[in-house]
């Protein structure tokens, strides 16, 4: 019998977690037929410097089992067997969720590790509350690289209205122009700023920042809510630091006339 994990929803995402798994969180799309698989097997966490989950049964990988899920176990073994790899786009080998995984050649695997990810950790251990942060997505339909830009400062304005952008979603065809763009922003980020018209991206879409009358007594305060909606207020400070960033934005959904869910 498999053994027995703990299942939790939340929206799309399933977060699965086991004792042995030493307290780490495995996640995959909110897909219940394959949930349904996932279950059928036991999976066990391997230490090491970047943590995966396996099955001595299969002798399957987590990601591979759920990269052969959509594709077939078949058409991803031929493609490992001809010097690819399946990459993890946030670097986190426990994050198996559709949009996070893709088949990259090993030269590009490696070349992402050695700079996008190795910048990204140095970044994140030195800016407590980063101006801007970044979530990159891969449309497994549309074949397309989604990169997201959250602004959590006010940096640029749209010179017509006057408000100021909230977030830049990025799309590419090729994961070779995703990658220079995300090294650049990654490298960008202690300036505080970055060229929109250099970006390699096929598509960039801007969303601007809702704009919230503060009330009196809500000017340091994290959350405002209105007609129910909570806010986040990025203005609100404590010891002449902000009191909150974001550090992660879920893959917004962008329909065919350019609206976003």
Known sequence: MPKQMEISIIGNVIELRRE???????????????????????WTYKDGEHPYLHNSKLNLYFHEFVLGFIYGAENIDR????????????????NCTY??????????????????????????????????????????DSKQFQLQLFMN???Y????????????????DKFENLYIDWFYLLNSRSDRRFEVGTLHAKKVFVTERPIIEIQAGEENKPFIIRNGV???????????????????????????DGKLE
């Not at 304005?157 to 590419?172: D, L, P």
């Not at 990025?234 to 974001?246: E, F, R, Y």
Request: charged content about 25%.
């Open 230 to 256: 909570r806010y986040l207020n990025l203005d609100a400070t404590a010891n002449g630091k902000p009191m909150v960033s974001l550090q992660h934005t879920s893959m917004r959904i962008i329909f065919d």
């Open 79 to 94: 493609m490992q067997s001809e010097g690819n790899i399946i990459e993890h786009l946030d670097n986190d080998g426990l």
């Open 99 to 140: 949009s996070n995984l893709h088949i990259l050649s090993e030269d590009l695997n490696k070349a992402k590790a050695f700079t996008i990810d190795k910048k990204a950790a140095e970044l994140d251990r030195s800016m407590e509350y980063p101006s801007y942060i970044m979530d990159v997505y891969y449309l497994h």
């Open 20 to 42: 042995q798994w030493k307290g780490k969180v495995a996640r995959i799309t909110n897909d219940l037929a394959l949930l349904e698989e996932v279950k059928k097997y036991t």
């Open 157 to 172: 304005f749209n010179k017509n209205t006057g408000k100021a952008a909230e977030m830049f979603i990025c799309m590419y």
């Open 153 to 155: 400062d006010d940096i």
